[in-house]
């Protein structure tokens, strides 16, 4: 009896996961990024929606994030918040991915995650697998503040296996209270490899309703 208390009180004490800290999903949130890639610089600037339904009426609510370069819309990724994790649920509105898929996992314990289900890619669903982990960075400077950091590594597969499917390894750094600061991409499709960098040059925080 006594055991079972003492581990009754020790679960209530565990600090609730603060993934959200570091993936800021607040309307009107906005981040510009400069985006490098074979010598060539994009500016994208990424912007928080309101939160929606997804698929049928009725659906789980997530939130988007429109990337848009110059004033064309790039594209869109709904996200959602669960537990210890950030989830991406759906690139369209009203067709939601089969099985949503994590993109950060912050508990209290062991920081790793497998997935094995499917993306979009190209505009059509395509098989996706990932192998990610998390891990506290410390405090690094932001815009003249310090904040918290954590960066997380993830090793991905998607498309059909062999020459039509790409291999990604990406470098994730995310800062308390903003979001993604700056991203590394090395992307393998049959024998040629892609490095892309991504940096955040701005920053403007969106207000809670």
């Known amino acids: 009896m006594m055991i079972a208390l003492c581990a009754a009180i020790a679960l209530s004490q565990e600090k609730p996961s603060d993934v959200s800290d570091f993936f800021p999903l607040v ?113 690094k400077e932001f815009f003249g503040e310090k904040r918290d950091t954590i960066e997380v590594v993830m090793d991905a597969t998607v498309g059909p296996e062999g020459k039509m499917g790409a291999k990604k390894h990406q470098v994730y750094v995310y800062a308390r209270g903003i979001g993604l600061v700056s991203l590394r991409d090395t992307t393998t499709l049959d024998k040629t490899k892609v490095d892309r960098e991504r940096k955040l040059v701005a920053f403007s925080p969106g207000k809670p309703d």
């Open 27 to 139: 309307k009107g949130t906005v981040w510009t990024y400069q985006d490098t890639s074979n010598g060539l610089t994009t500016i994208y600037k990424d912007s928080v929606g309101n939160e929606q339904p997804i698929g049928d009426k009725g659906g789980k609510l997530a939130t988007p994030i429109v990337s848009k370069v110059d004033s064309d819309v790039d594209g869109s990724t709904f996200y959602r918040v669960e537990g210890d994790q950030v989830l991406v649920v759906a690139f369209d509105q009203n067709k939601p991915l089969p099985n949503p898929y994590p993109i950060i996992k912050l508990g209290s314990d062991k920081n790793t995650w497998q997935y094995t289900g499917a993306t979009q890619w190209y505009g059509e669903l395509a098989p996706l697998t990932i192998k990610g982990s998390t891990r506290r960075t410390g405090q």
